[in-house]
């Protein structure tokens, strides 16, 4: 990582309000992102990725208290005033989310969509925000933009509105695009098209990516560092390729070996056999000890956690576990 | 489109014959009769039978219906037995004066709602969204007649601020306009009050609901991320779509522009519609009785008719399908 990332995430924690004791969503998770750097926030639903992306934006309803440090280039977000959040948002930090019919509204015609962010954060006029729109959507390749950009959401197929979020989300040129499962509705081949893009816009534009999956397999085509989550917490991270090709954690071997590419057809997939540990009480040291088919008593103490397999490369496993499932061995 | 609308139209207008052929023999069904109402007690058989036979009344009712239909088709709806005015020009000269009334509370109720129902919306949860539900809740649930009375004990009798019924201060015709308009305003006040304002909470619910609704999806999430301030969150994205169902309301309560008044025009004595077909009941008056339900009838179906075109205006998904109709 390079000495002033634009992105540095301090020991972050997110905790939902309810009934009985708070709902730990995201525990003690630190990255940086250097500028233009890409990284990929993998793993299993409900494990916290989300509602670590929503608390970069400072999107997370009232209920959750954040606590740690989201600093972007040395100012902490966590700390800001709601106006001043307001105009990070948009303007230096772009969202593409999950499902674009959802996402966009029904009654405002697409290219009022994309070129909002610019009326209010430039003041562009009517005109020139119909004009921006337009080339923001060709900029998206969307064929025969200008007559998409008069179009409801309703008339476009799913990768056309995935595209045209895409193109809202890069109206006034954020440096930090956050991608929440931006393609798990799609079809594969769609899919394909559209991170394509997604990676190349990045790279054109310099931008930083953060891109949220629960698909390992698509982390490298877009990113060239992973981070996997469990349970609110990051337990594995690393070069994308390195990550993939010799995962350290169990929990990261488990969503590898689940990925339905990898067996043959009418074969069983591996499930996961228990649920994740209860986010109210989530136990002392790894959370993954519950599904860990090499769990032992040393998993409960925090300091023994922790391994630097290489510079860029750790993982929150004992040693004697880590250690040979990186070099493709089982474990004593 | 248009296919619909006619499709629509035609089917309103048998259902607008259904309602005045009931309604022109349930009239009929009453006790009563017209003649009582003219000084008629001291009549005797013979005179009381001549009068009868002048009016028509002695004939088959069949064939009375069949008259007063044949007239409608010729916009002829007859002349009314108390007042011997053609019918006409009784419901021209009390239409206007209604919908000076419920045209405006009609706006007034429907902007209040949207502002008030947004307000709840912002306030979801809190101390003082909970006493302003409770208030409102009491203010819409006081039947007219006692708000309206209530009112003008307080306004008219006590304070002495407002007039207490009727349309316009005597004599008020030779004022110049300014003050003619400021004097009509004044008699506007207390009315507008019971009908306008009162039941805000009835249409406010929904805009709160539906603004609600919108603000958990996708797209106000989206909108916040591309840092909109709030008030463009919720005016150009959640409101849009929590209008949705007001629309629809908006469209029902268009009958109301003419026969939504009736119990305020006789408190407050403002003689429009209401009032008219108050008095025409009370007179066994049938041909105004059948002139303000025809009337009343139509506007209903209209309404109903608009709501569903309006609905597609407003969402433009509904405005899809049916252009498929075509």
């Given at each position: 990582m390079s000495a002033a990332p634009l992105l540095a995430v301090e020991d972050l924690a997110v905790a939902f309000k309810g009934d009985g004791a708070p709902v730990q969503a995201v525990r003690g998770v630190s990255f940086a992102l250097p500028r233009a750097g890409t990284l990929a926030l993998v793993g299993e639903s409900g494990g916290g990725k989300s509602v670590l992306a929503l608390a970069l934006l400072g999107l997370l309803p009232a209920t959750a208290t954040v606590s740690g440090r989201v600093l972007w280039e040395g100012t902490d977000l966590v700390a800001l005033p709601e106006r001043d959040r307001q105009r990070w948002r948009g303007c230096k930090l772009g969202l593409v989310l999950q499902d674009p019919l959802a996402a966009l509204n029904p009654v405002l015609t697409v290219g009022d969509q994309v070129a909002e962010g610019l009326r209010y954060h430039r003041g562009l006029g009517r005109r020139a925000a119909r004009e921006a729109a337009v080339s923001l959507l060709a900029e998206v390749r969307l064929p025969d933009a200008a007559a998409r950009a008069r179009d409801y959401p309703h008339r476009l197929s799913g990768g056309m509105r995935q595209r045209a979020l895409l193109a809202a989300a890069l109206a006034c040129g954020p440096e930090l695009l956050i991608a929440d499962e931006p393609t798990a509705s799609l079809d594969v081949t769609v899919q394909a098209e559209v991170l394509d893009l997604m990676a190349e816009l990045v790279r054109a534009r310099g931008m930083a990516l953060l891109?949220?999956?629960?698909?390992?397999?698509?982390?490298?085509?877009?990113?060239?560092?992973?981070?996997?989550?469990?349970?609110?917490?990051?337990?594995?991270?690393?070069?994308?390729?390195?990550?993939?090709?010799?995962?350290?954690?169990?929990?990261?071997?488990?969503?590898?070996?689940?990925?339905?590419?990898?067996?043959?057809?009418?074969?069983?997939?591996?499930?996961?056999?228990?649920?994740?540990?209860?986010?109210?009480?989530?136990?002392?040291?790894?959370?993954?000890?519950?599904?860990?088919?090499?769990?032992?008593?040393?998993?409960?103490?925090?300091?023994?956690?922790?391994?630097?397999?290489?510079?860029?490369?750790?993982?929150?496993?004992?040693?004697?576990?880590?250690?040979?499932?990186?070099?493709?061995?089982?474990?004593? | 489109m248009l296919l619909y609308v006619v499709r629509r139209?035609?089917?309103?207008?048998?259902?607008?014959?259904?309602?005045?052929?009931?309604?022109?023999?349930?009239?009929?069904?009453?006790?009563?009769?017209?003649?009582?109402?003219?000084?008629?007690?001291?009549?005797?058989?013979?005179?009381?039978?001549?009068?009868?036979?002048?009016?028509?009344?002695?004939?088959?009712?069949?064939?009375?219906?069949?008259?007063?239909?044949?007239?409608?088709?010729?916009?002829?709806?007859?002349?009314?037995?108390?007042?011997?005015?053609?019918?006409?020009?009784?419901?021209?000269?009390?239409?206007?004066?209604?919908?000076?009334?419920?045209?405006?509370?009609?706006?007034?109720?429907?902007?209040?709602?949207?502002a008030s129902g947004v307000w709840l919306a912002r306030n979801r949860g809190r101390r003082r969204e909970r006493v302003a539900t409770v208030a409102g809740l009491v203010?819409?649930?006081?039947?007219?007649?006692?708000?309206?009375?209530?009112?003008?004990?307080?306004?008219?009798?006590?304070?002495?601020?407002?007039?207490?019924?009727?349309?316009?201060?005597?004599?008020?015709?030779?004022?110049?306009?300014?003050?003619?308009?400021?004097?009509?305003?004044?008699?506007?006040?207390?009315?507008?009050?019971?009908?306008?304002?009162?039941?805000?909470?009835?249409?406010?619910?929904?805009?709160?609901?539906?603004?609600?609704e919108a603000l958990g999806q996708d797209y106000v999430l989206a909108a916040r991320a591309r840092g909109l301030p709030e008030r463009a969150v919720i005016w150009r994205h959640a409101l849009r779509n929590g209008l949705l169902p007001v629309v629809t309301i908006a469209g029902l309560n268009l009958a109301f522009l003419l026969n939504g008044a009736v119990v305020t025009e006789v408190v407050f004595a403002w003689p429009g519609l209401?009032?008219?077909?108050?008095?025409?009941?009370?007179?066994?008056?049938?041909?105004?009785?059948?002139?303000?339900?025809?009337?009343?009838?139509?506007?209903?179906?209209?309404?109903?008719?608009?709501?569903?075109?309006?609905?597609?205006?407003?969402?433009?998904?509904v405005r899809l399908a049916s252009e498929a109709d075509r």
């Open positions: 891109f949220v999956t629960h698909n390992l397999a698509l982390v490298p085509r877009v990113a060239e560092r992973a981070a996997v989550m469990f349970a609110g917490r990051l337990v594995e991270m690393g070069p994308a390729r390195a990550v993939i090709e010799a995962p350290a954690h169990p929990f990261t071997r488990a969503l590898l070996a689940a990925l339905p590419e990898r067996w043959p057809l009418h074969g069983r997939l591996p499930a996961a056999d228990a649920p994740g540990p209860d986010p109210r009480r989530p136990p002392p040291g790894c959370p993954y000890v519950c599904r860990c088919p090499h769990a032992r008593p040393a998993c409960a103490d925090e300091s023994a956690l922790g391994l630097a397999l290489a510079d860029d490369r750790r993982v929150a496993c004992l040693p004697e576990v880590a250690g040979p499932l990186a070099r493709g061995e089982v474990p004593a | 139209l035609g089917s309103a207008v048998l259902l607008l014959l259904a309602l005045l052929t009931a309604v022109f023999f349930i009239a009929r069904l009453a006790p009563g009769d017209p003649i009582d109402r003219f000084g008629a007690a001291d009549l005797d058989a013979a005179d009381r039978a001549a009068v009868r036979h002048n009016l028509g009344l002695d004939r088959p009712l069949a064939a009375q219906y069949w008259q007063w239909l044949r007239g409608v088709t010729r916009g002829d709806f007859g002349r009314s037995l108390s007042r011997h005015q053609p019918v006409s020009a009784m419901l021209a000269e009390a239409v206007p004066r209604t919908l000076l009334l419920t045209g405006i509370a009609y706006v007034l109720h429907f902007a209040l709602a949207v203010l819409y649930s006081l039947p007219a007649f006692w708000l309206g009375q209530l009112l003008v004990l307080v306004f008219s009798r006590a304070l002495g601020w407002l007039p207490a019924s009727g349309v316009a201060a005597v004599g008020a015709a030779w004022l110049p306009w300014p003050q003619r308009v400021l004097d009509v305003a004044r008699h506007l006040v207390l009315p507008l009050c019971v009908i306008g304002v009162a039941p805000v909470l009835g249409t406010a619910r929904f805009v709160r609901n539906g603004v609600l209401g009032r008219l077909t108050v008095e025409a009941i009370f007179a066994r008056d049938y041909p105004v009785i059948m002139g303000t339900t025809a009337l009343a009838g139509a506007l209903t179906l209209l309404g109903n008719l608009l709501a569903d075109v309006l609905y597609g205006v407003a969402d433009p998904r």
